[in-house]
Protein backbone atom coordinates (compact mmCIF):
# COMPACT_ATOMS: atom_id res chain seq x y z
CA UNK A 1 0.00 0.00 0.00
CA UNK A 2 2.97 2.41 0.87
CA UNK A 3 4.73 1.74 -2.02
CA UNK A 4 1.61 2.05 -4.86
CA UNK A 5 0.27 5.36 -2.10
CA UNK A 6 3.64 7.09 -2.34
CA UNK A 7 3.70 6.84 -6.42
CA UNK A 8 0.49 7.84 -7.09
CA UNK A 9 1.34 11.13 -5.05
CA UNK A 10 4.27 12.06 -7.10
CA UNK A 11 2.41 11.21 -10.55
CA UNK A 12 -0.13 13.51 -9.19
CA UNK A 13 1.94 16.49 -7.99
CA UNK A 14 4.04 16.00 -11.28
CA UNK A 15 0.69 15.99 -13.59
CA UNK A 16 -0.48 18.96 -11.92
CA UNK A 17 2.60 20.76 -11.70
CA UNK A 18 2.34 20.42 -15.78
CA UNK A 19 -1.15 21.32 -15.63
CA UNK A 20 -0.72 25.00 -14.20
CA UNK A 21 1.96 25.60 -16.91
CA UNK A 22 4.99 28.11 -15.47
CA UNK A 23 3.13 28.89 -12.51
CA UNK A 24 3.01 25.23 -11.32
CA UNK A 25 7.02 25.51 -11.01
CA UNK A 26 6.52 29.10 -8.52
CA UNK A 27 7.69 28.76 -5.43
CA UNK A 28 4.56 30.23 -3.86
CA UNK A 29 2.64 27.75 -5.60
CA UNK A 30 3.51 25.22 -3.39
CA UNK A 31 3.57 22.07 -5.96
CA UNK A 32 7.56 22.53 -6.25
CA UNK A 33 7.74 21.82 -2.40
CA UNK A 34 5.18 19.29 -2.46
CA UNK A 35 6.90 16.99 -5.25
CA UNK A 36 10.25 17.61 -3.42
CA UNK A 37 8.98 16.72 -0.24
CA UNK A 38 6.71 13.50 -1.39
CA UNK A 39 9.28 11.97 -4.28
CA UNK A 40 11.47 10.94 -1.65
CA UNK A 41 8.88 8.71 -0.11
CA UNK A 42 9.09 6.41 -2.92
CA UNK A 43 12.57 5.75 -1.22
CA UNK A 44 11.73 5.83 2.52
CA UNK A 45 10.30 3.80 4.63
CA UNK A 46 11.11 0.65 2.46
CA UNK A 47 12.11 1.32 -1.10
CA UNK A 48 8.94 0.85 -3.42
CA UNK A 49 10.67 -1.54 -5.84
CA UNK A 50 11.93 -3.80 -2.82
CA UNK A 51 8.73 -3.42 -1.36
CA UNK A 52 6.82 -5.11 -4.58
CA UNK A 53 9.09 -7.87 -4.75
CA UNK A 54 8.19 -8.89 -1.05
CA UNK A 55 4.40 -9.12 -1.64
CA UNK A 56 5.66 -11.14 -4.82
CA UNK A 57 7.55 -13.15 -3.21
CA UNK A 58 5.15 -13.55 -0.28
CA UNK A 59 2.61 -14.78 -3.19
CA UNK A 60 4.96 -17.40 -4.35
CA UNK A 61 5.37 -18.69 -0.98
CA UNK A 62 1.93 -19.21 -0.51
CA UNK A 63 1.54 -20.79 -4.34
CA UNK A 64 4.13 -23.17 -3.02
CA UNK A 65 3.08 -24.11 0.03
CA UNK A 66 -0.43 -24.96 -1.44
CA UNK A 67 0.80 -27.13 -4.44
CA UNK A 68 3.99 -28.88 -3.10
CA UNK A 69 2.16 -32.08 -1.72
CA UNK A 70 0.06 -32.17 -4.17
CA UNK A 71 0.19 -34.80 -7.22
CA UNK A 72 0.84 -33.87 -10.95
CA UNK A 73 -2.95 -33.81 -11.92
CA UNK A 74 -3.89 -32.06 -8.62
CA UNK A 75 -1.37 -29.53 -9.01
CA UNK A 76 -2.88 -28.92 -12.65
CA UNK A 77 -6.04 -28.50 -11.32
CA UNK A 78 -5.24 -26.20 -8.52
CA UNK A 79 -3.44 -23.97 -10.87
CA UNK A 80 -6.31 -24.08 -13.29
CA UNK A 81 -9.66 -23.65 -10.48
CA UNK A 82 -7.95 -22.73 -7.50
CA UNK A 83 -5.38 -20.34 -7.07
CA UNK A 84 -7.23 -17.22 -6.23
CA UNK A 85 -9.34 -18.37 -3.99
CA UNK A 86 -6.12 -20.21 -1.85
CA UNK A 87 -3.30 -18.42 -2.18
CA UNK A 88 -4.32 -14.48 -2.69
CA UNK A 89 -5.18 -12.83 0.51
CA UNK A 90 -8.76 -11.50 0.81
CA UNK A 91 -9.79 -8.44 2.66
CA UNK A 92 -12.25 -8.19 5.53
CA UNK A 93 -14.77 -6.67 2.63
CA UNK A 94 -14.87 -9.79 0.69
CA UNK A 95 -18.42 -11.01 1.68
CA UNK A 96 -19.79 -7.42 0.51
CA UNK A 97 -17.64 -8.84 -3.01
CA UNK A 98 -19.06 -12.28 -3.06
CA UNK A 99 -22.98 -10.47 -2.78
CA UNK A 100 -22.46 -8.38 -5.10
CA UNK A 101 -20.34 -10.79 -7.51
CA UNK A 102 -23.49 -13.40 -6.75
CA UNK A 103 -26.11 -10.29 -7.53
CA UNK A 104 -24.78 -8.98 -10.92
CA UNK A 105 -25.85 -10.81 -14.15
CA UNK A 106 -22.89 -10.54 -16.09
CA UNK A 107 -22.97 -7.85 -19.22
CA UNK A 108 -20.68 -7.18 -21.84
CA UNK A 109 -22.36 -4.18 -23.19
CA UNK A 110 -20.86 -0.53 -22.52
CA UNK A 111 -22.60 0.03 -19.47
CA UNK A 112 -21.00 -2.88 -17.25
CA UNK A 113 -18.28 -0.52 -17.42
CA UNK A 114 -19.92 0.81 -14.30
CA UNK A 115 -20.95 -2.69 -12.88
CA UNK A 116 -18.95 -2.86 -10.00
CA UNK A 117 -19.47 -7.04 -10.20
CA UNK A 118 -17.33 -6.65 -13.58
CA UNK A 119 -14.93 -4.47 -12.18
CA UNK A 120 -13.79 -6.84 -9.82
CA UNK A 121 -13.91 -9.48 -11.76
CA UNK A 122 -11.46 -7.87 -14.55
CA UNK A 123 -9.33 -7.34 -11.18
CA UNK A 124 -9.52 -10.55 -9.86
CA UNK A 125 -8.50 -12.43 -13.44
CA UNK A 126 -5.34 -9.58 -14.12
CA UNK A 127 -3.83 -10.56 -10.71
CA UNK A 128 -4.52 -14.56 -11.28
CA UNK A 129 -3.38 -14.54 -14.89
CA UNK A 130 -0.24 -12.98 -13.80
CA UNK A 131 0.59 -14.91 -10.73
CA UNK A 132 0.06 -17.71 -12.47
CA UNK A 133 2.22 -17.14 -15.40
CA UNK A 134 4.69 -15.92 -13.14
CA UNK A 135 4.84 -19.58 -11.49
CA UNK A 136 4.90 -21.06 -14.57
CA UNK A 137 8.18 -18.70 -15.72
CA UNK A 138 10.71 -19.58 -12.41
CA UNK A 139 9.49 -23.17 -12.51
CA UNK A 140 12.83 -24.16 -14.19
CA UNK A 141 14.42 -22.54 -11.86
CA UNK A 142 17.32 -24.69 -9.75
CA UNK A 143 19.25 -24.57 -7.28
CA UNK A 144 21.99 -23.51 -9.36
CA UNK A 145 20.11 -20.69 -11.53
CA UNK A 146 17.21 -19.46 -9.14
CA UNK A 147 19.05 -15.99 -8.94
CA UNK A 148 19.36 -15.66 -12.14
CA UNK A 149 15.78 -17.01 -13.08
CA UNK A 150 14.21 -14.93 -10.19
CA UNK A 151 16.34 -11.85 -11.58
CA UNK A 152 15.40 -12.08 -15.30
CA UNK A 153 11.49 -12.64 -14.00
CA UNK A 154 11.99 -8.57 -12.48
CA UNK A 155 9.67 -7.06 -14.62
CA UNK A 156 6.79 -10.16 -13.99
CA UNK A 157 7.59 -10.01 -10.23
CA UNK A 158 7.27 -6.44 -9.80
CA UNK A 159 3.82 -7.00 -11.88
CA UNK A 160 2.27 -9.78 -9.68
CA UNK A 161 3.21 -7.52 -6.76
CA UNK A 162 1.06 -4.32 -8.18
CA UNK A 163 -1.77 -6.07 -9.52
CA UNK A 164 -2.00 -7.45 -6.06
CA UNK A 165 -2.30 -4.04 -4.64
CA UNK A 166 -4.86 -2.93 -6.98
CA UNK A 167 -7.26 -5.58 -6.31
CA UNK A 168 -6.53 -5.13 -2.55
CA UNK A 169 -7.29 -1.69 -3.41
CA UNK A 170 -10.22 -2.02 -5.18
CA UNK A 171 -11.97 -4.47 -2.53
CA UNK A 172 -11.13 -2.05 0.54
CA UNK A 173 -12.96 0.69 -1.15
CA UNK A 174 -16.03 -1.56 -1.90
CA UNK A 175 -16.11 -2.52 1.77
CA UNK A 176 -15.94 1.17 3.21
CA UNK A 177 -18.91 2.08 0.61
CA UNK A 178 -21.27 -0.16 2.23
CA UNK A 179 -20.25 0.74 5.63
CA UNK A 180 -21.02 4.26 4.73
CA UNK A 181 -24.43 5.31 6.22
CA UNK A 182 -24.48 8.70 4.83
CA UNK A 183 -26.96 8.40 1.44
CA UNK A 184 -24.96 11.49 -0.39
CA UNK A 185 -21.43 10.88 0.69
CA UNK A 186 -22.32 6.39 -0.71
CA UNK A 187 -23.36 8.15 -4.07
CA UNK A 188 -19.74 10.58 -4.72
CA UNK A 189 -17.83 7.33 -3.15
CA UNK A 190 -19.43 4.90 -5.97
CA UNK A 191 -18.62 6.95 -8.19
CA UNK A 192 -14.76 7.49 -7.33
CA UNK A 193 -14.54 4.41 -6.96
CA UNK A 194 -15.59 3.94 -10.90
CA UNK A 195 -12.82 6.32 -11.33
CA UNK A 196 -10.49 4.50 -9.54
CA UNK A 197 -10.82 1.00 -10.64
CA UNK A 198 -11.97 2.09 -14.58
CA UNK A 199 -8.26 4.54 -14.70
CA UNK A 200 -6.65 1.86 -13.34
CA UNK A 201 -8.03 -0.48 -16.04
CA UNK A 202 -7.06 2.31 -18.68
CA UNK A 203 -3.68 2.53 -17.88
CA UNK A 204 -3.14 -1.21 -18.24
CA UNK A 205 -4.91 -1.10 -21.41
CA UNK A 206 -2.22 -3.33 -23.48
CA UNK A 207 -2.44 -6.03 -20.91
CA UNK A 208 -6.21 -6.72 -21.32
CA UNK A 209 -6.01 -6.39 -24.95
CA UNK A 210 -2.79 -8.27 -25.07
CA UNK A 211 -4.44 -11.40 -23.03
CA UNK A 212 -8.08 -11.13 -25.40
CA UNK A 213 -9.92 -9.62 -22.02
CA UNK A 214 -10.93 -6.49 -24.04
CA UNK A 215 -12.07 -5.48 -27.45
CA UNK A 216 -10.46 -2.49 -28.69
CA UNK A 217 -13.74 -1.18 -28.80
CA UNK A 218 -14.18 -2.11 -24.94
CA UNK A 219 -10.82 -0.35 -24.21
CA UNK A 220 -11.58 3.13 -26.29
CA UNK A 221 -15.74 2.27 -24.10
CA UNK A 222 -13.18 3.07 -21.14
CA UNK A 223 -11.37 5.64 -22.11
CA UNK A 224 -14.33 7.59 -22.50
CA UNK A 225 -15.94 6.38 -19.18
CA UNK A 226 -12.82 7.85 -17.54
CA UNK A 227 -13.14 11.17 -19.16
CA UNK A 228 -16.96 10.96 -17.84
CA UNK A 229 -16.01 10.58 -14.67
CA UNK A 230 -13.61 13.31 -14.48
CA UNK A 231 -15.99 15.58 -15.78
CA UNK A 232 -19.05 14.70 -13.48
CA UNK A 233 -16.28 14.95 -10.39
CA UNK A 234 -14.42 17.83 -10.96
CA UNK A 235 -17.30 20.25 -9.49
CA UNK A 236 -16.46 18.39 -5.98
CA UNK A 237 -12.81 18.12 -6.24
CA UNK A 238 -12.20 20.31 -3.13
CA UNK A 239 -15.18 18.68 -1.54
CA UNK A 240 -13.16 15.54 -1.89
CA UNK A 241 -10.00 16.97 -0.99
CA UNK A 242 -11.26 18.47 2.44
CA UNK A 243 -12.17 14.94 3.11
CA UNK A 244 -8.27 14.16 3.76
CA UNK A 245 -7.93 16.84 6.22
CA UNK A 246 -5.48 18.84 4.20
CA UNK A 247 -4.00 21.87 6.53
CA UNK A 248 -5.38 24.90 5.03
CA UNK A 249 -2.08 26.19 4.20
CA UNK A 250 -1.27 23.78 1.30
CA UNK A 251 -4.58 25.01 0.10
CA UNK A 252 -3.63 28.87 0.02
CA UNK A 253 -1.88 29.01 -3.22
CA UNK A 254 -2.30 32.31 -5.21
CA UNK A 255 -3.37 30.31 -8.37
CA UNK A 256 -6.05 28.66 -6.16
CA UNK A 257 -7.63 32.30 -4.85
CA UNK A 258 -7.62 33.31 -8.58
Keep these: ?15 AREACGGAGYLAENILPQLKADTDVFTTFEGDNTVLLQLVAKGLLTSYKQEVQDLSPLETARFVAEQVVDTVIER ?12 ASPRRDDEDSLFDRAWQIA ?28 FNSAQDHVLRAGRVHVDRIVLEAFVGAIDRCTDPDTKALLERVCDLYALSNIEADRAWFLEHGRFTAQRAKAVVAAVNELCGELRPRARELADAFGIPEQFLAAPIIAD
Excluded at 91 to 102: F, G, N
Excluded at 123 to 149: I, Q, T, W
Design 1 to 15: MKAVATWHATSTIQA
Design 91 to 102: TSARKVIERIMD
Design 122 to 149: AFEDREEHVLDSLVKRLRNAGRDNSFEV
